[in-house]
């Protein structure tokens, strides 16, 4: 079996989104002098499609949703040229590859999204080719399914609409549900009482029953999160993600040092290199990898075997079958991170608009078919009309 063909397509959104909100999420621009949408980079409006075709007619098919105009491009232009003609199942030789041949400019960023979404239709192909799933190659079940935890909660200022929100999870059996914090220091000690407001509210909601998270998005400074850890502690969160910027690991580690909530983070890391640093300098309790990112499943795997080795559990961010697969096959890996899709707001929901396949969760569990072959996704048409295809 050999590599023939592949083909990008950015899907780009044009239907009906949430308007910008203040105080939508926290994020790493919330410190600048902002006009507009302060969340507008971190909106996710477009999509990257990859289909990789082999000489025997099979289609793998690959994504990532870090600025998608631009993965394409590095695709086209540098890495389709390394994996046509090659085996599929050289995976570990064509990451190496196409990661040494962009080392120069790549490493980490859009570089290494485009190369996971190549990376990620491997693994489909792969499994296509054996007729099994994907999740059957890297190790089987391990979980007779996969718990997981609402993520929707945007900061609302409108606390009614939000435990209204909240209540809905409950209602479908979710037992843990994830927040977003709203206000970050220049909104200074006001917007801090509204933060803390807002997750004692939903502890009063969910009772002890539950687990809680507390998502920052990069939107605080370490002085700011010194200062309101300790009245969060009371509210006993499962762990508090993001806090500052991806790139102080030490204020990561300063803040796991107070031993005051589990600290998460990873989302915006890469390679195994980059997960080896927040390991050995003992910056996170919780990693949180994305496989379209980190380097495709190629990596993810093993950066699931190095937190294995250190008793560091995985959670992969977004949820989506590239994650799924890797959390059912990995005893590192306890639970997954699910999207609840009603509306268009950051942009995570558009995978589940162009992709069809990803499984629902039911009374806050999921399931992966035993006998649905390579990832299990295939491509919508249902939602064509509201999309820009960029070929």
């Known amino acids: 079996m050999k590599i023939t063909k592949v083909r ?33 980079s971190f909106r996710f409006h477009g999509w990257l499609v990859v289909e990789v075709e082999t000489d025997d007619g099979r289609v793998g098919i690959g994504n990532c949703a870090l600025a998608p105009r631009i993965a394409k491009q590095i ?3 540098y890495l389709a040229p390394v994996v ?44 296509q080719a054996v007729g099994r799933p994907v999740f059957k190659l890297l190790g089987g079940r ?18 009614d609409a939000f435990l209204a929100e909240a209540r809905g999870y409950l209602d479908q059996g979710f037992t843990s549900m994830k927040m977003r914090f709203g206000y970050g220091p220049k909104d200074g000690p006001a917007g801090m009482q509204k933060n803390l407001a ?23 400074t370490l002085e700011y999160a010194r200062r309101i850890l300790p009245q969060l502690a009371e509210l006993r969160p499962r762990w508090l993600e993001e806090p500052v910027i991806a790139d102080d690991i030490e204020g990561y580690a300063e803040l796991r040092r107070m031993n005051l909530m589990p600290i998460s983070g990873g989302e915006h890391e890469f390679t195994v290199q980059g997960f080896r640093d927040l390991i050995e300098r003992r910056a996170v309790d919780v990693i949180q990898y994305d496989t379209n990112r ?98």
């Not at 990008?8 to 949408?37: I, S």
């Open 198 to 220: 807002q997750a004692r509210a939903l502890r009063g909601l969910v009772g002890d029953g539950v687990d809680i998270m507390f998502e920052c998005y990069m939107g605080w």
């Open 84 to 127: 046509v003609g090659q085996d599929p199942f050289d995976n570990e030789y064509l990451w190496q590859k196409m990661y040494r041949r962009t080392l120069a400019w790549g490493r980490r960023g859009v570089g290494m999204a485009a190369i996971s979404a190549i990376d990620i239709a491997l693994w489909d192909l792969m499994g």
């Open 294 to 391: 980190v380097g495709g499943i190629t990596v993810a795997q093993k950066v699931n075997a190095l937190a294995e080795a250190f008793s560091i559990p995985v959670i992969p961010h977004a949820g989506q079958m590239h994650n799924y697969h890797l959390t059912m096959a990995s005893t590192a890996s306890p639970m997954a991170e699910f999207f609840p899709v009603f509306d268009v707001e950051a942009g995570n929901e558009l995978f589940y608009y162009i992709f069809d396949g990803d499984p629902q969760p039911q009374g806050g569990f999921l399931q992966l078919d035993d006998d649905r072959p390579g990832l299990g996704l295939r491509l919508s048409a249902k939602h064509l009309h509201d999309f820009n295809i960029i070929e």
């Open 75 to 77: 695709i086209d232009q």
């Open 8 to 40: 990008t397509r950015v899907f780009e959104w044009k239907g009906k989104v949430v308007a910008p909100q203040a105080h939508f999420c926290a994020n790493a621009t919330d410190l600048l002098y902002e006009r507009g949408d302060a969340m507008g």
């Open 142 to 159: 391990t979980k007779e399914r996969i718990e997981c935890y609402a993520s929707k909660l945007y900061a609302n200022d409108d606390l």
